[in-house]
């Protein structure tokens, strides 16, 4: 059996998908975007970084609101998509860049903001991210970050780590709200906020979207149905497996020292 890297399995599961994130409804409809441009009001001359933009919902949402904002994704195709629906929408201060978050091919400072949505429990190394993130970012610029949260309770945690990894192998981990404060922290930043949220996944096209085979699928409606009845409760499970899951927003700055 071949190899694989941890960025080559990535790419080759969202690349082909590419189509479907920018038409899914959960990405481009949902609390955390109006959370995200009520931030960034009044940021009209800021350069900000959208961090594994996948379909581009953060980066069309805010373009409007800013300067320039560059659109990153390890994705070729992603990016593609970004471009295409860039010019569709005549939004002309977008750009692209492709490449891993653990080394960004940006000078020291070159942002106002860096924000990324939904992208980070897929990276390799959240810490080298993270670490990043802040080495691109001016002193005092702003970090946005909107992610899946866990529980912290360990029969929760381990249900959920295992039904995101057989609907996408490409998983890394989903954080605590704790375990994020403190890597926000390690990487040199300031934390202002957290704001929570609820999202409710509708299972067909969650697992449509990644085109989850089969096996996987029969995998995860058997764990669904096999599990205890706190994590049942906890994310309001369904008789056809569509279920809410915790998100929250991140606002951290960066240490001006």
């Known amino acids: ?48 970084l959208d961090l594994g933009c996948g379909g581009g919902h953060l980066t069309f949402n805010v373009s409007p609101l800013v300067k320039e904002i560059v659109a990153y994704d390890l994705s070729r195709e992603m990016l593609d998509v970004v471009e295409r629906t860039a010019r569709e929408r005549g939004l002309r201060n977008v750009t692209t860049q492709q490449g891993t978050v653990e080394k960004l091919p940006f000078g020291d400072g070159s942002f106002d903001v860096v924000m990324s949505r939904f992208s980070a429990h897929h990276w390799h190394d959240l810490n080298a991210g993270l670490w990043e993130a802040s080495r691109v970012l001016k002193p005092g610029g702003t970090l946005a970050i909107i992610d899946t949260i866990t529980s912290g309770i360990a029969v929760i945690d381990t249900f959920f780590q295992a039904v995101e990894l057989l609907r996408d192998c490409s998983h890394v981990r989903n954080y605590t709200r704790a375990e994020w404060e403190a890597a926000i922290a390690r990487a040199g930043f300031l934390s202002r906020s957290a704001t929570a949220f609820r999202l409710r996944l509708d299972f067909k096209s969650w697992v449509e979207r990644m085109a989850t085979p089969q096996v996987h699928v029969d995998a995860i409606r058997s764990l669904q149905k096999a599990v205890s009845a706190q994590a049942t409760r906890h994310f309001e499970t369904e008789p056809d497996g569509s279920y809410q899951i915790d998100v929250a927003m991140f606002e951290a700055v960066k240490s001006a020292r």
């Open 1 to 48: 059996m071949s190899e694989k890297s941890h960025e080559a399995l990535v790419g080759g599961q969202f690349g082909a998908r590419a189509e479907a994130y920018l038409k899914s409804a959960v990405h481009a409809q949902s609390p955390d975007l109006e959370a995200i441009k009520e931030l960034m009001s009044g940021r009209k001359d800021a350069r900000v």
